[in-house]
């Protein structure tokens, strides 16, 4: 595969943001995931040639990243959290029941493509435990069966809307390419906030 | 009075908050006139004289970080936030930016114009879409309002500012390996001295500090340091987000000032969840040494946590109940810092594969009684003896939780197992809930 003018345009726009043009490789490298879903060798290339680096070079930050998908993942794809305090609030029972359910383990993907799963480190809501990311986006508060319910509805193309996120859940390419700091317009949609955020707010209004 | 102190979350619940509009309304960027009417090095005074201290976890004073940044060198200078926000238990970063991104863009306008440099960056960790949207469309409309680019607010103040989005790797919140990062390599920590202040980002002189401790500024700048000062304690100044998680009535942010206790949050939270008793927590996120019951009192500021023996960290409080097995958190948390390794020095990447060896054989009840000292042993080789400090982090929870709960790893090894059911501590066990 080759890049049309259009997405050579796009990388040096991205080049283009930064004082010294080594810089620009991790949004390069999501700008491949955009287009290809993992990081292709030709994107691994293409990178090396635009920034003067050799393929080396731009192989050894993308494998140290674990973002950077040396293989395809699924359209959806479902990262649940399993560090300490997800894990212990649901996560650990979670992912075993949503393993099973799809038969695939850790890093795998659906036969048809459509929902890989990852465990995933802490994500920074641990307000609301037990977490799952699909695409990136929030699910919060999760139970067994809403992700075995999420996860039937990726594989029908129905897959429902995060909870604190866009009003329809975009796919991994899609999301891919707001990494690469390109705007999809939908920052707009979603709540300012969720339930938890505002826990403090709440109390000091009701005068505690 | 009330015990809580909404300054950066005093609008969260506004359905435009993140705005420019939303912002302005409550007299959002006001604060950038007031600091650009002023000298830079009066603005480095001003928060100096604050007492604001670093909210990324160190609580280094964030005006004298600024005042190292030399001057008159004829450098580009940069500042670099640092929106990894990857410590375990710490959440407070990304809702504070998809709720109000304008506060931190204000803080780095004033903080650039202070340390005078005309290129800034956001560092954000990359699982997190949402939060990416609402930051980049708050610079681009920034930037349409004339709030950044070129002579800002016609005051001849210029300010590039770009959102870097990171890619999955704890290692990266570490400042020295963050920057290396942002300059396009692996993410691996450098040997300080120099410190970023004089060889940072392209070996120019680097302010790097976290997303709270920048959209802490505004509000210093707009009220004055006699406002800020009223709230919190003798040398931990100031209001601050604790992050409330795991078994409580009602997880969540809970903004108030420095030196209130983990009673007072868990009372204004509604308890630990119910039916249930404190068995351990975390100050400040996994890499802090853990608290039990008798630490409910201890103020959470940084001299009351370090007085205590462990360190405010983040304001991570996660609050696990009897029904948790701490040495399954532990081993968790364990594979966590061996995940996370960067690798670049033996102590650490050796290390936490060993470790992570040692804590699974216990917790299979396949251990003796020795391994727990071998565990300790190794631990002590680790911490204080490697490049960076996720080593240190590394070693916490295992230090501290042998020193509360010794009994409990021997249990496991006397019961050939671990003696605790995991489901009854997730939120759907219905056993021990009235
Ligand atoms: C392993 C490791 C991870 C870190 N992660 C973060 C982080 O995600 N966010 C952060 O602000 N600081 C993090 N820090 C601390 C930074 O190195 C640095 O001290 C901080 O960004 C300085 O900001 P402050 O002075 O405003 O607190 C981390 C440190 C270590 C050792
Ligand atoms: S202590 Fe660990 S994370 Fe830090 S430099 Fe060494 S190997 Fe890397």
Redesign the pocket.
Known sequence: MSYSPEQISIMDSIIARYPRKRSAIMPLLHFVQSISGFVTPEGIEKIAELLELSTAEVTAVSTFYTQYKPEPVGEYHVGICTNTLCAVMGGDAIFDAVSEHLGIANDETTKDGKVSLERIECNAACDYAPVVMVNWEFFDNQTIQSVKDLVDGARTGNPPAPTRGPKTLRTWKENSAVLAGLSDGLAGEGPSAGHASLLGLNLSKEGK | MSKLSPVLSAHWDEADSFTLEGYKRHGGYNAVSKALAMTPDEVIALVKDSGL????????P?GM?WSFIPQGDNKAHYLVV??????PG?CK?MPLLMANPHVLIEGMIIASYAIRANYAFIYI?GEVVHVVRRVQQAIADAYAAGLLGKNIGGKGFDLELVLHIGAGA?????????LDSLEGFRGQ?RLRPPFPAIAGLYALPTV???????ASVPAIIEHGNEWFQAMGTEKSKGFTLYSLSGHVKNPGQIEAPLGITLRELLELAGGVRSGHTLKFWTPGGS?TPLFTAEHLDVPLDYEGVAAAGSMLG?KALQIFDETTCVVRAVLRWTEFYKH?SCGKCTPCREGTWWLVQIIRDLEAGKGTPADLDKLIDITNNIAGRSF???A??AASPIISSIKYFRAEYEAHLTHGGCPFDPIASTIFATVGQP
């Open positions: 201290r670093g909210r990324g976890g160190a609580g280094f964030t970080k640092n929106a990894d926000e990857s410590e710490t970063d960790r704890y290692i990266c919140g570490e400042e020295t390996a963050l920590p790097v500090n976290n997303v709270e401790s920048i890499s983040t996370e960076c400090a996720l240190d982090g």
